[in-house]
């Protein structure tokens, strides 16, 4: 049996809260303190990578239409790419700055993906009210890992970026698949699950 859709979306919440944590924690003791231990400066690339692992099997298993299939697989691939290339650097493996801006890529791609996977209007269900917000808040968002990668050592950029993770794991731990949105759920969109 195939779990419904919104366990799936709090999964990757939880794992969007736990990166949102670990970036919260780089940022309140600093770069220095917080690498004086060398595994810690692989959690946040790692949960990335594995995050982006987590899409395909959603991809195989959730997709209910072309669009779906493509927007999940593109964002794994995006979010892989871009945890990838953060273990990289921190190991010291690739050594341009450029590489930094995979991230706000990734993160713009994601915004992308949520927004072409969502085929409905706004008000039509809280479900895609969601997807409306948690897109154009990863479209607008991308602008906080591109600062970061201009000026690393900005601990307010930081801190910024870090609340925009937590924005979207309150939402997507908000998220039901039919339920109604500001009192309004479309017809079409079938009867509430609660």
Not at 134 to 159: D, F, H, K, M, Y
Not at 172 to 178: E, H, I, M, N, T
Request: net charge positive; proline share 6%; aromatic share 10%.
């Amino acid at each position: 049996m195939r779990p419904p859709a919104e366990h799936v979306h709090w999964l990757f919440a939880t794992a969007l809260l736990m990166l949102a944590l670990l970036m919260l924690a780089e940022v309140i003791v600093g770069q220095e303190v917080w690498r004086r231990r060398r595994w810690r400066a692989y959690l946040f690339p790692a949960t990335v990578f594995v995050t982006g692992l987590g899409l395909w099997p959603v991809t195989v298993f959730f997709t209910s239409s072309t669009i779906h299939m493509l927007a999940h697989s593109v964002w794994a691939q995006t979010m892989m790419l871009a945890g990838a290339v953060q273990l990289a650097l921190v190991h010291g493996r690739l050594r341009n700055a450029l590489w930094e801006l995979t991230l706000p890529a990734g993160v713009f791609v994601s915004g992308v993906a949520f927004l072409v996977h969502e085929q409905n209007p706004w008000l039509f269900s809280r479900a895609a009210f969601l997807h409306h917000a948690l897109g154009w808040t990863l479209v607008a968002g991308a602008s906080l890992p591109l600062a970061r990668a201009l000026r690393p050592q900005s601990r307010a950029i930081g801190a910024a970026f870090a609340l925009m993770v937590v924005v979207l794991s309150v939402l997507l731990f908000a998220d039901r698949d039919v339920a109604p949105v500001f009192g309004h759920l479309d017809p079409l969109a079938g009867e509430p699950k609660r």
